[in-house]
T-cell receptor, first 112, second 112 residues
Framework: EADIYQTPRYLVIGTGKKITLECSQT?????MYWYQQDPGMELHLIHY???????EKGDLSSESTVSRIRTEHFPLTLESARPSHTSQYLC???????????FGPGTRLTVL | AQTVTQSQPEMSVQEAETVTLSCTYD???????LFWYKQPPSRQMILVIR??????QNATENRFSVNFQKAAKSFSLKISDSQLGDAAMYFC?????????FGTGTSLTVIP
């Protein structure tokens, strides 16, 4: 069973607020990812990390930032939330090399 | 550039029947993994089946099997004896270890 956790599961906030979406995994995976996904739509990679102190931007331009200070933790921060950030955010992790990704349950964000 | 293409945005199948979801990919790498993921409505994304490119034998997991045509870069998913619980978005993915891509997804409806 995949042990990857995301909090909060649901978040409704006002425009301009700073938020951090948490993602943790207990599998010791080197690789971690953040995706943005509108309901029933494709995944868009926004950030990924191949290990501690390694972060890269994905294919989708995003105003968010990430950090990877510990192997198990990969938080995503929005400095100033806007209604265009309303979406579902999925975190995933995988072993090094070509390997399946394990997904968290997601955070559904609504910015008013 | 590496890409994954799912040409069927939506598919439907009668309960107990068989359905095939299409996926084509393009990569210059000789060694890679292919995956099918399932995302039920409002639920977590999970792995359905995986195929190593160096293996000629098609992967099978219970009612799920793939038709892997390496020369044609095709990786279709066959679901036999479809069940109501199979209704979901299905994503095809390719991972070379250095790069990975998800397809845009196919929404599968199972008709009782």
């Amino acid at each position: 069973e995949a042990d990857i956790y995301q909090t909060p599961r649901y978040l409704v906030i006002g425009t301009g607020k700073k938020i951090t979406l948490e993602c943790s995994q207990t599998m010791g995976h080197d690789k971690m990812y953040w995706y943005q996904q509108d309901p029933g739509m494709e995944l868009h990679l926004i950030h990924y990390s191949y290990g501690v102190n390694s972060t890269e931007k994905g294919d989708l331009s995003s105003e968010s930032t990430v950090s990877r200070i510990r192997t198990e933790h990969f938080p995503l921060t929005l400095e100033s939330a806007r209604p265009s950030h309303t979406s579902q955010y999925l975190c995933a992790s995988s072993e090094y090399g070509a390997a399946e990704q394990f997904f968290g349950p997601g955070t559904r964000l609504t910015v008013l | 550039a590496q890409t994954v293409t799912q040409s069927q945005p939506e598919m439907s199948v009668q309960e107990a029947e068989t359905v095939t979801l299409s996926c084509t990919y393009d990569t210059s790498e000789s060694d890679y993994y292919l995956f099918w993921y399932k995302q039920p409505p409002s639920r977590q994304m999970i792995l359905v089946i995986r195929q190593e490119a160096y293996k000629q034998q098609n992967a099978t997991e219970n009612r799920f099997s793939v038709n892997f045509q390496k020369a044609a870069k095709s990786f279709s998913l066959k679901i036999s004896d479809s069940q109501l619980g199979d209704a979901a978005m299905y994503f095809c993915a390719c991972d070379t270890g250095n790069q990975f891509y998800f397809g845009t997804g196919t929404s599968l409806t199972v008709i009782p």
